[in-house]
């Protein structure tokens, strides 16, 4: 049986509604610039759960009073991208460190992979599970 | 359509609305002089507003392209009206934000090879929204350094100014025959440039109002030989080098005060009154190198 039909995997906010659009995205930076968090953008093939530390595509973008210049960005990272996640992270620093307030994915593959479910055997009949990224069967800039 | 159904344009309305008036108003107040400058403006808003209305009944009104240069000597107010500028753009929902950004070639353009382009990039972040302002602009383009990277940064303005030009407006500034100079030799530039505004010099009588409004702002007030000294100050401080209009002037009055500071420290002792606190006296400004014909501060 599938269980996430249509392989979508759903990670970080928004990610059981649609794709969101170039406006919607507008708005949730506009929210997060008000807030005085600096915005960043992430890219990764690896989509595994614990792989938690993406590829950034630029630095953080810190002072910026306008979501224009950050959609400009995910545009470029897209463009660069198509066939990756891209995620924009909202990063808060009131409490002395940059601590993600937001995350959501804006760029999905055409075709996402998906996981399996790894059972491994050990020993007294205990069964170990792990998922497996099927994405990363292959070698690194094959995938996708 | 019968012309009942026509609603009756209201402009004078949108003008209310956009406090717009109160953006003009201030700049009529709190700046002396710069009549060319005032009607540029002027019509800008006008402009604008005029655009706006089209758009509300559906005419044809494309966003005008409002990159500007600013030129005219030191001290003659660009940077104040770039920032009036942000403020009466917002005002009329040209810019979203409404804040200036002032950056110099040091902002710009990098120092090794592939330094430039993300660093441009991230100062027009920063300004999207808003207004860049770019002081002394022509040092961004070295004809003498061929490998200079001023060339690169201009590249990316361009195409930043001509693609997005919804999300900011570019303000160049800086000395006019150097302007001139910068724009000749870089025309790609030259024709993204909608308004040139030319910053004329201050006469002596506006150098004076302006000494009045400054001092005005700090407290203080001229006796009567003071404001006669300073009238002989600025006809002479104006024939001097290094003459920065409204600069020299804040200079000079920022010396005056340090004086009467001194005179009145080392009269201490005696009876001192809030006026005198706030009175700069003649001898204050008198004491100045320019009447003894030395070099003046600049």
Known sequence: MMTNQGNRITQGQFSFLPDLTDAQITKQLEYALQNGWAVGIEYTDDPHPRNTYWEMHGNPMFDLKDPAGILTEINA?????????????????????????????????????????????????????????YATDKPEGERN | MSASEILPLDLDALYRDSNVDASLEALERELIGLAPVKQR??????????????????????????????????????????????????????????????????????????????KTKEVLKRAMGGVLFIDEAYYLYRPENERDYGQEAIEILLQVMENQRDDLVVIFAG???????????????????????????????????????????????????AAKALREYI???????????????????????????????????????????????????RASRVFNGEEPHP
């Open chain 1, 77 to 133: 990272c897209r463009k660069t991208f198509p066939n990756h996640y891209v995620r924009v992270t909202a990063f808060d620093s009131t409490r002395g460190v940059e601590s993600p307030r937001m995350s959501y994915l804006v760029n999905r593959p055409a075709r996402e992979a998906g996981f399996n479910v790894v059972r491994e055997e050990r020993g007294g009949r205990s069964v170990g599970y792990t998922i497996h990224s």
């Open chain 2, 235 to 285: 006809a002479l401080r104006k024939t001097r080098p290094n003459f920065a209009n409204a600069r020299s002037i804040r200079n000079a009055l920022d010396r005056a005060r340090l004086r009467q500071a001194n005179r009145l420290f080392e009269r201490r002792g005696g009876p001192l009154t809030p006026e005198m606190l706030s009175t700069i006296e003649g001898e204050d400004i």
């Open chain 2, 41 to 118: 403006v002027r019509e800008i808003a006008a402009l604008l507003l005029v655009e706006k209305l089209r758009r509300s009944v559906g005419l044809q009104a494309e966003a005008p392209p409002l990159h500007m240069s600013f030129t005219g000597n030191p001290g003659t107010g660009k940077t104040t009206v770039a920032m009036r500028m942000a403020s009466i753009l917002h005002g009329l929902g040209y810019v979203r934000k409404g804040h200036l950004v002032a950056v110099t070639r040091d902002d710009l353009v990098g120092q090794y090879i592939g330094h430039t382009a993300p």
């Open chain 2, 175 to 225: 000395y006019q025959d150097r302007m001139e100079r910068f724009f000749a030799s870089n025309p790609g530039l030259a024709s993204r440039v909608a308004h040139h505004v030319e910053f004329p010099d201050y006469g002596a009588d506006e150098l004076f109002a302006i000494a009045g409004l400054m001092l005005d702002r700090m407290q203080y007030v001229l006796s009567e030989p």
